[in-house]
């Protein structure tokens, strides 16, 4: 699967993207495949001016939200169910 098929995300007035993961969907992947791909969306995302990334990670694939951070990602709030993550993709202080 692809990059951006596996990261198909909604865009939002300010120029970012979120995405949120499906745990049918992301849940069969492994740890390192993920960090991968997502690495390369993070590229293509930077190279088309995206700027604030928001990943909603269920608590039922939490195993990738460590590959998310090695990629940059923070944690920006929990709720029960989910944590939500963000990355600031320019290279000015995050607007995030």
């Known amino acids: 699967m692809a ?4 990261f198909a995300g909604k865009g939002d007035k300010f120029g970012g993207l979120t995405i949120e993961l499906d745990p049918q969907r992301h849940g069969r992947l ?6 991968m791909k997502l690495a390369e969306a993070l590229t ?3 190279a088309e001016g995206k700027r604030g990334l928001w990943l909603k990670v269920p608590s039922q694939v939490a195993n990738l939200i460590d590959p998310a951070i090695m990629n940059g990602f923070e944690f920006h709030h929990a709720q029960p169910g989910y944590v939500m993550m963000t990355k600031w993709l320019p290279a000015t202080p995050s607007g995030l």
Not at 3 to 6: E, F, G, I, P, V
């Open 44 to 46: 293509k995302w930077s």
């Open 30 to 35: 492994d740890p390192s495949d993920f960090a």
């Open 3 to 6: 990059a951006a098929d596996l």
